[in-house]
């Protein structure tokens, strides 16, 4: 993630947004899953609604290897920003529905994380992200002859995405004066990832979530005390 050399007003006004944004209501289906989500339109007008004087976010759009990224940039208009890291989506489909999914889904992912909005129970985005599952073809062998299905493994996070959760963690026991290790245990008890050693691509996005989100609150807690040491001398 990149920001200003200052985001003083920034973070100020995440605060106020942070107090009075609405979490969406899910009322997407994804079939698939069995679940409910938040569609991209119902993310962008919770947080449209919530934006207070100042604060506004566009999003870049990355296009290479057979996938879409997605940077989220929050705007203030002192001038200050904070530009988060693309979230990419691989595309499984090489025509323009298949690039279309994984945009959107890349975009309401990115979004929701840059501004901590809960979009989703579980994820949505198959056609973009992972293969579907197929039915299995009859056969006409007999019962005892079929072999059980084996359910698929959650793909693992990639060594650059662990690298950058180390990264935050650090940040935030510099910045913090917190024990790395303490930092590691509370992020992953609050971001519901119960391993890191094998953390899974869907929870080192919600750890990573959950770890910009401390790093904001600590980086405004600290400018605001460094601002009432300023105004006592």
Known sequence: ???????????????????????PKKDKENPFFKSTYVALEGVQ???DEALPDGLSYTQALITEDGRVGISTIILHKSGEFMAFDPAYVPVKKN??????????????????????????????????????????RRTTRSTSAR????PTAPKLATKAQTDELKKL???ISQHSN????????????????????????QDAGYLKKELDTELMEIQQANEKDSDAAFAGL
């Open 1 to 23: 993630m990149k920001m200003s050399e200052s985001i003083k007003n920034l973070a100020a006004a995440m605060y106020a947004f942070r107090k009075a944004v609405k979490q």
């Open 45 to 47: 007008k919770a947080i």
């Open 95 to 136: 025509d323009a529905q298949g690039y279309g999914s994984a945009e959107t889904y890349a975009r309401r992912y990115s979004l929701s994380a840059a501004f901590g909005i809960s979009s989703d129970v579980d994820d949505d985005g198959n056609a973009a992200s992972q293969e579907q599952s197929k039915p299995a």
């Open 147 to 150: 072999k059980p299905t084996r």
């Open 169 to 171: 963690m650090e940040e």
């Open 178 to 201: 917190q024990d790395l290790k303490v930092v590691a245990k509370n992020s992953m008890a609050k971001a519901k990832v119960t391993s890191f050693k094998n953390i899974s691509m």
